[in-house]
């Protein structure tokens, strides 16, 4: 099963993500769950770097658990960064709840 966690800071902004896990919804290679989760997490990700224009903090490996993936916003960005970063964010967020409603034995989310 995939688990994504998303962190908030105490002002509600999200700060970081973390998915691991894989779905097993079907053979290795052909998983579409595992599929969606990876190309929206690593869309999310590159995203980040390219229109925020920051690298955020980024561990990953997959021999854990099936996969791990650890997202985190730095607090050395600007303002605009900062914005640029909560919506793609957000953005991830909503995708991955979608999943996980369409989903429910494969995903989980909080």
Known sequence: MIQALFNRDSDG??????VTGHAESGPEGSDIVCAAVSALTFGAT???????G????????DAVNGGHLYVEILQDITGEQF???QILLESLRLSIQGITEEY????KMN
């Open 13 to 18: 902004n999200l700060v970081s993500f973390e």
């Open 46 to 52: 590159n995203s980040i770097e390219a229109l925020a």
């Open 54 to 61: 920051f690298q955020p903090l980024v561990d990953m490996d």
């Open 83 to 85: 914005h640029i970063a």
């Open 104 to 107: 429910p034995e494969y995903v």
